[in-house]
């Protein structure tokens, strides 16, 4: 009988059909923000006025075996395997998170993306689909988030360009002289994901006019992102059993408007399954 280890055949591509979450439109959007209050708010005002609406039996195509097929240019994300960050695993420490691992990730992205030659990380956060909170501290980027249920773009190009020159000042100009592009990398950070997987919509299939600015209010800040209203066009995709070494890039903005994925933003959530 053969000894040793034995290799175990990848697991065939599952896709889902299930109920995702998008911004209603509203005729009070026309004159304020749809918005979300994550800080302490006083009595009697409002929390929220947005209204989300469930649609139900929404394909999310798995990609599983097929991952090379999806780039960042044509459809606004993509997915990789990367042994580079497997060795760290000490996320309880925000000074270790910044010290050792932000950098494997710098590394990391002037490797997979083309052209790159700045590179400069603004933010970071942790999640956990068992997490709950109520009240939000932006400022601590250590604090967990509980997964986002409804469909999103994280921020605005004005949001953006409002948080880098914050950051980078007087070089943000000289940057934008050139291509800039913002991105999202995101991978499970000690098991497979078999429950809440990142859901991604095609970024060429996402029409401008079904996404609209809203206000997310926390107590040291107010930031700008997007929600997605419902398009029968939009085409949504996973990565099955999504594992610690497989990275997905998403793609939040890109000055380059000749790229195939016409609109700049990819929409994103943590899909129930």
Same mark, same amino acid.
């Given at each position: 009988?053969?000894?040793?280890?034995?290799?175990?055949?990848?697991?065939?591509?599952?896709? +889902?059909? $299930?109920?995702?979450?998008?911004?209603?439109?509203?005729?009070? /959007? &026309?004159? +304020?923000?749809?918005?979300?209050?994550?800080?302490?708010?006083?009595?009697?005002?409002?929390? @929220?006025?947005?209204?989300?609406? $469930?649609?139900?039996?929404?394909?999310? +195509?798995?990609?599983?075996g097929r991952e090379s097929e999806f780039t960042l240019d044509a459809n606004g994300f993509r997915y990789f395997h990367t042994s580079d960050l497997g060795q760290f695993l000490d996320f309880d420490s925000k000074e270790a998170i910044e010290?050792?691992?932000?950098?494997?990730?710098?590394?990391?992205?002037?490797?997979?993306?083309?052209?790159?030659?700045? $590179?400069?990380?603004?933010?970071? &956060?942790?999640?956990?689909?068992?997490?709950?909170?109520?009240?939000?501290? @932006?400022?601590?980027?250590?604090? /967990?988030?509980?997964?986002?249920?409804?469909?999103?773009?994280?921020?605005?190009?004005?949001?953006?360009?409002?948080?880098?020159?914050k950051f980078l000042g007087p070089e943000l100009g000289t940057l934008l002289n050139g291509r800039f592009r913002v991105i999202n990398l995101w991978r499970p950070l000690y098991h497979i994901v078999t429950d809440r997987p990142l859901a991604?919509?095609?970024?060429?299939?996402?029409?401008?006019?079904?996404?609209?600015?809203?206000? %997310?209010?926390?107590?040291?800040? $107010? &930031?700008?992102? /997007?929600?997605?209203?419902?398009?029968?066009?939009?085409?949504?995709?996973?990565?099955? &059993?999504?594992?610690?070494?497989?990275?997905?890039?998403?793609?939040?903005?890109?000055?380059?408007? @000749?790229?195939?994925? %016409?609109?700049?933003?990819?929409?994103?959530?943590?899909?129930?399954?």
């Amino acid at each position: 009988m053969p000894t040793g280890h034995q290799a175990v055949p990848p697991s065939p591509p599952h896709n +889902e059909h $299930t109920s995702l979450r998008f911004l209603q439109w509203q005729d009070i /959007y &026309r004159t +304020e923000y749809p918005f979300v209050c994550v800080a302490p708010s006083p009595s009697g005002e409002r929390h @929220t006025n947005i209204v989300v609406q $469930t649609h139900p039996d929404i394909e999310i +195509e798995d990609v599983r075996g097929r991952e090379s097929e999806f780039t960042l240019d044509a459809n606004g994300f993509r997915y990789f395997h990367t042994s580079d960050l497997g060795q760290f695993l000490d996320f309880d420490s925000k000074e270790a998170i910044e010290k050792d691992f932000l950098p494997a990730i710098e590394k990391l992205v002037k490797q997979e993306v083309n052209n790159v030659g700045r $590179t400069f990380i603004f933010d970071w &956060r942790l999640r956990r689909a068992d997490f709950a909170a109520q009240i939000v501290n @932006t400022k601590d980027r250590h604090q /967990y988030l509980p997964p986002s249920s409804t469909v999103h773009v994280d921020q605005t190009p004005g949001e953006l360009l409002r948080r880098l020159n914050k950051f980078l000042g007087p070089e943000l100009g000289t940057l934008l002289n050139g291509r800039f592009r913002v991105i999202n990398l995101w991978r499970p950070l000690y098991h497979i994901v078999t429950d809440r997987p990142l859901a991604v919509c095609d970024g060429s299939k996402v029409n401008p006019s079904d996404l609209v600015a809203g206000k %997310i209010i926390s107590q040291s800040e $107010t &930031r700008e992102t /997007y929600y997605l209203m419902h398009h029968h066009a939009q085409k949504w995709y996973y990565l099955s &059993r999504q594992k610690p070494d497989e990275m997905l890039m998403i793609k939040i903005f890109d000055s380059d408007s @000749t790229v195939p994925a %016409i609109f700049e933003d990819t929409p994103h959530l943590e899909n129930d399954k």
